[in-house]
Every structure is written in C-alpha cells, then in structure tokens.
C-alpha cells in the first residue's frame, strides 16, 4: 500500500479577454514537467498566446497521486464532511489561516463537544507539525493556534 | 512560480462522502509525495475519521500580459484545434479569443501556414500527451467554434 504518483500532469492555461471573461484550455504533459515557466509548459502557453487576443493570466500545472489499496475509514458523531473543525493559526504576516478539518474525530475536542482540545496528544502533533511545516497562503509561516471551533453543518442550525 | 504549493487532500469518509482539506507548503514542494505532505496527513488522520484517498497539488505562475482591446473574438469564441495521437484517438484543443488572422479570408478555417499556428501545432505535437500518455503526432484541422450562450426563447426584452 502507498501513494501512487499519476503519469501524467495537467497542464491549465488560464486566459481572460478584455471584458474580463475567463476560459481555461487543459493539456497533459509527462509528469517530470513540474515548473509552468519551462519547458512543455512554456511552450504550450506561448504557441497559444500566439494565436491569442486573450491575456494569459497564468500558467498551473496540477500533479496528483492516489492511495493504491481500500481504505477504511471509521464512525462517530461528527464523520460526515459536512461537520468540519476550524483551526485557525496566526501568521507571522499578521494574518489568519483557517485549516478546516472535515469529519473531525471527536476525541479531539473539549467537554463541551465544540471547541477543540488543545491538551489531546493528536491535536498538539498536527498543531506542531502544521507550525513547523505549513504556510499561510501568501507564503508567511504560521505561529500558533488562535482558536478551534467545531462548525455545525448549515442546515442542522435551525433544529 | 508562486511562492507556494497549493495542497488538496480528498478525503474518503464513512458513508463514501468526500470531503477536501486544502493547505500550502513552500513552492519547493513538487511532489504530491512528498514527504512534508505525507507527514501532514499521518497527523490529520490522527484528528479525523476519514482517510486521505488522493492528493492533487497545484504549481501556478501567473503571467504579466493583456488581452487586446476591442479584439474581434473574444473568450467565448474559440478556435477548435483537432489533433491525433499516435494510436488514432482525437484530441481536441479549444484557443480561446482567438486573433482574426488566425483563420482564411472565409473566418471559419485556420490558416495553418501561419507561423502562430505553426509553432502551437508543433508545442503541442512535442509536448502534449493523452491522459495516459499517448503521444499527441499529429494535427487534423482546425476551425472557428462559436460557443456563445442563445438568448432565452429568442426574446428581446
């Protein structure tokens, strides 16, 4: 059992015209093209810019890999997705990022089944790991735990 | 390229919902396995009930560029560019706003012997491959595809 890389990646080409309208052409390359600006990726991009009154905005290449065996996933009050825990990290941008787990166990959380339990050995590992390892979407390194919430699914509020 | 990698993790659940966990490492990370992002799902599976089933991550590098103005054609039309692959299956590549010199003096068919068309045809005849990995060889034909929304019952209002 382990993680399958696919053979191919996709390669995205996002266009916009100059009333704003987007469209997306798709291609797939051999998997060893991982940077949009070289190589197979560049060269598509260009040769359909060529043809192109549209701005191409950006160049994406997606890469993905699968777990090659049945997984068995478990039961409890909250595994559904539509449950999530929102763990929310400051950054050293001084911004937020919000993790939102879904399906959240519920050994990880406080007496009070809604805010997180930030003494349960699982939490501080993922919080741990999440701080050494895990950025804030514009790139700045996340500092600590502000906060963590179980949300309720939308549509069970009015109950 | 972006100073990060987007990370989407799908997660298989109990009764075979789906749901997404979307994080970002360092833009060094090109790997869907690699081993930053495979240490993030032991410690996520430790605090959810699902379990990680597939892991797509996204390398993006936006481009400084501007769409003409006024251009003729615009995102909703396309020039539809068929290409072969090497076992005979179609591969079908929509140029969106697609310049007007690009196609004959009849607006409908794809001058190929223009060198705009000349170098996509040869990037993707290079580069591109089938899903799973034929070979693109060669170029069919192309042609304007008019791909605009019809007005709703015809009616002007």
Redesign the interface.
């Known amino acids: 059992m382990a993680?399958e890389?696919e053979?191919?990646n996709e390669l995205l080409l996002h266009?916009?015209?100059?009333?704003g309208?987007?469209?997306t052409?798709n291609?797939?390359?051999?998997n060893t093209?991982?940077?949009?600006?070289a190589?197979?990726?560049a060269?598509?991009?260009?040769?359909?810019?060529?043809?192109?009154?549209?701005?191409?905005?950006?160049?994406?290449?997606?890469?993905?890999?699968?777990?090659d065996e049945e997984?068995?996933?478990?039961?409890?009050p909250?595994?559904?997705?539509?449950n999530k825990?929102n763990i929310t990290f400051r950054a050293t941008d001084g911004t937020k990022t919000t993790?939102?787990?879904?399906?959240?166990?519920e050994t990880?959380l406080a007496a009070d089944h809604i805010s997180i339990d930030l003494a349960d050995a699982?939490?501080i590992?993922?919080v741990d790991?999440?701080i050494e390892?895990?950025?804030?979407?514009?790139?700045a390194a996340l500092t600590g735990v502000q906060r963590g919430v179980r949300r309720i699914p939308p549509r069970l509020k009015k109950q | 390229m972006a100073g990060t990698t987007r990370v989407t993790v799908e997660i298989l659940f109990l009764y075979t919902l789906h749901g997404k966990f979307t994080f970002f490492v360092s833009s060094d990370v090109v790997s869907p396995t690699d081993p930053i992002i495979l240490g993030y799902i032991t410690v996520l599976e430790a605090i959810t009930r699902g379990k990680a089933i597939h892991i797509e991550i996204s390398l993006s590098q936006a481009t400084i560029s501007s769409a003409t103005s006024g251009a003729t054609y615009i995102s909703e039309d396309k020039a539809f560019m068929r290409f072969r692959d090497e076992f005979g299956v179609g591969h079908n590549y929509k140029v969106p706003g697609p310049k007007t010199t690009v196609f004959l003096t009849n607006h409908e068919d794809v001058d190929t012997s223009l060198a705009a068309v000349i170098a996509f045809n040869a990037a993707v005849n290079t580069y591109a491959k089938g899903r799973g990995g034929n070979d693109i060889t060669t170029f069919i034909k192309g042609y304007r595809k008019e791909n605009r929304k019809m007005l709703k019952g015809g009616r002007a209002t």
Do not use: C, K
């Open positions: 993680w890389l053979p191919m266009f916009s015209d100059y009333n309208a987007r469209a052409m291609f797939w390359l051999e093209e991982t940077d949009p600006g190589g197979g990726a060269a598509i991009a260009a040769g359909a810019q060529g043809m192109s009154d549209d701005a191409l905005t950006s160049v994406e290449i997606l890469r993905h890999a699968t777990w997984v068995t996933p478990t039961d409890g909250y595994a559904r997705p539509s825990m993790m939102q787990v879904p399906g959240p166990n990880i699982a939490v590992a993922f790991y999440t390892n895990i950025l804030s979407s514009e790139g």
